[in-house]
């Protein structure tokens, strides 16, 4: 093929899927990449498996393909998706119950070996340290409070996939990028080591990999934000690609929102840490020469992503039992909000002094005043504010106190300040995960990458 | 003159880690040259010291929390806060877990800057977002 076009799916775990609809009936798309899991969401994951050992995949999955596969499958559209989360297996069965109920036929794809849990033992036995890769602190000090130890997989194993004949590939976690560089190069026929094709790829990868968020969604400053046209029916980016490396980035015709330079170059910088060497899998992407040259009627033309050779290593992201959190949000009303609030939030520290609740940390935020902008809000004027919701989070290591701390406050309806409101309930304690990204060889993962067909009839 | 980077820029933040990351673009060239003068890694940090509570380090090595990367490409500042999120999204005690809201208070921050040039900066600007 000489040219390829790529929608965005779902940028992350609970994102709306009716844009990607549109893109398969309106945006003359071949392939829909979906990135389900930030981060966090392997967090949130190892909850659910928890709860039931059949879970631990994204599973918005299930009612995105029962609505996208019937206008996908009649256009030939494939699927890319890291929706198996924790458990690729575990999604590929649930998937393959829904199509088995619909009778719907598709070759589905499943990549794993990304998740490496269980052999944490056998790589330090053969030389990796698994230091944390920011600090260099030694594995051994949250080793035996591990939950999930997945690492980023690149792009072959879906290009394989693909080539394999798979309507629908499903993974853990891979870069994100990759997702959508797979596609690339089975199409396209980019060699492993035409870096600097692999690196536009990734360009593409990253600038739809967070659906809206590359096409005027979460953009834009003071009186700005207001020009980008209907979000409410915004249209994802869409990718159209040419075998040597020519890039448009566009949306489906007539939807919402705006992709120009302004909206691309936000998306495209956005949690790369340095863009003269953002290493991924499968390349070392440099961005410090490319150039967004905006065609106007939302298309931009990407040029000049240079790439290095791939990494000897692969990224492998950890998470730890970190203890646990209490918290408690309440509201005050006019007259003296934010006083009250903080004679309340005075009043609580010193009921956790008097029972003995004995918090790591303290979290104290005014929500309506400085909960995101901290010392840099606004003095309140304290009379000119009509509302202020306190928001006061623990930090423990003994879940006993952290569910013990919301009980803190319901006294405070009747024998506190006045003019309280918005009492929820209390919140159960929440265990804190703390993330270990590390360093880990190639060879040791990628020898253990499996890709596993599935019919379904 | 002083100015308010929200007058000539517009930022996005998230996370890596327990790392904050901000974009920050000018609108137009003038205002990335005054951004590239006047916005330090060293300034930065101690506007947003108060990410750091708990840290008492020596201030060279406070110093190195924030790193900057220059794109001029893209008219952009890169800016990498480590360790900033409170030990990260699942870490976290922080309503804004993600550090979403970051890029937010860095618009807020005011810059010294020449009369003549700010004066060029703020209605170039004007211009652009008015093309938007």
Redesign the interface.
């Known amino acids: 093929m000489t040219r390829v076009r790529l929608t965005s799916g779902l940028g992350f775990y609970g994102d709306n899927w009716t844009p990607v609809l549109s893109a398969i009936e309106h945006g003359d798309v071949q392939y829909v990449c979906s990135d389900h899991l930030s981060e966090l969401t392997l967090a949130i994951l190892h909850k659910d498996r928890q709860k039931d050992a059949a879970a631990g995949f994204a599973r918005d999955l299930l009612p995105m393909l029962t609505q996208l596969w019937p206008a996908a499958s009649q256009r030939g559209v494939k699927f890319v998706l890291n929706a198996g989360g924790l458990n690729p297996e575990g999604a590929a069965l649930a998937l393959q119950d829904l199509f088995k109920t619909n009778g719907w036929r598709a070759r589905i794809a499943v990549v794993t070996g990304d998740d490496v849990l269980h052999h944490i033992d056998d790589l330090q036995a053969s030389g990796e340290a698994l230091a944390h890769m920011d600090s260099g602190a030694d594995l051994a000090s949250v080793k035996n409070e591990l939950v999930f130890a997945n690492v980023y997989l690149g792009a072959q194993p879906i290009a394989q996939a693909l080539a394999q004949g798979a309507d629908i590939v499903l993974t853990g976690r891979v870069a994100d990028a990759a997702l959508f560089l797979g596609p690339l190069i089975h199409e396209l026929g980019w060699a492993a080591d035409d870096w600097d094709k692999l690196a536009q790829g990734i360009v593409v990868g990253h600038l739809l990999e967070c659906s809206g968020q590359g096409a005027g969604g979460n953009f834009g400053s003071a009186g700005v934000w207001q020009c980008i046209p209907d979000l409410s029916h915004i249209g994802f980016p869409i990718a159209d690609v040419s075998a040597d490396g020519e890039v448009i980035i566009s949306k489906t015709p007539g939807s919402g929102g705006r992709i120009n330079f302004h909206t691309l170059r936000q998306q495209l910088l956005y949690e790369v840490h340095n863009p003269r060497c953002y290493v991924t899998p499968d390349v070392v992407l440099d961005m410090g020469e490319l150039t967004l040259h905006d065609l106007g009627n939302d298309q931009v033309q990407v040029r000049g992503a240079v790439g290095h050779p791939a990494p000897a290593q692969l990224k492998l992201m950890a998470g730890f039992r970190n203890g646990w959190m209490g918290h408690m949000v309440t509201g005050y009303c006019w007259p003296d909000a934010l006083a009250k609030a903080q004679a309340v939030a005075a009043t609580v520290q010193l009921q956790m002094q008097e029972k003995n609740i004995d918090p790591q940390e303290v979290c104290i935020e005014y929500m309506g005043h400085n909960s995101f902008l901290g010392p840099h809000a606004h003095p309140n004027e304290n009379d000119q504010v009509n509302e202020i919701w306190l928001r006061m989070a623990i930090r423990t290591t003994d879940k006993k106190h952290a569910d013990a701390f919301p009980r803190l406050f319901p006294w405070l309806a009747l024998s506190g300040p006045p003019f309280m409101g918005g009492f929820h309930g209390m919140h159960a304690a929440s265990q804190l995960l703390g993330v270990w990204p590390a360093l880990v060889s190639r060879e040791s993962i990628e020898s253990q990458v499996r890709i596993h067909m599935k019919e379904t009839v | 003159m002083k100015l308010r980077l ?1 007058e000539i ?4 933040s ?6 904050a ?1 901000i ?1 920050l ?1 000018a ?1 137009e060239p003038l205002g990335y040259a005054l951004l590239a003068q006047h916005v330090s890694a060293e300034q930065l940090n101690i ?1 947003f010291a ?2 750091w509570p ?1 840290t008492d380090a020596a201030p060279s090595i406070a110093a190195a929390r924030v ?1 900057r ?1 220059d ?1 001029p ?4 500042l ?1 800016f ?1 806060l ?2 900033a999120l ?6 976290s ?6 550090g ?2 970051i890029g ?2 860095l ?3 005011h810059i010294e800057v020449d009369d003549a040039q700010g004066a060029a900066a703020l209605q170039a600007a004007q211009q652009e ?1 008015n093309r ?1």
């Open positions: 929200s820029a517009h930022a996005r998230g996370d890596k880690a327990d790392n990351d974009g673009f609108w506007y108060h990410l708990s790193e990367f794109m490409n893209l008219l952009a890169k990498v480590r360790g409170n030990g990260g999204a699942s870490s005690l922080r309503s804004d877990n993600l979403k809201t937010a208070q618009l807020r921050m977002i938007f």
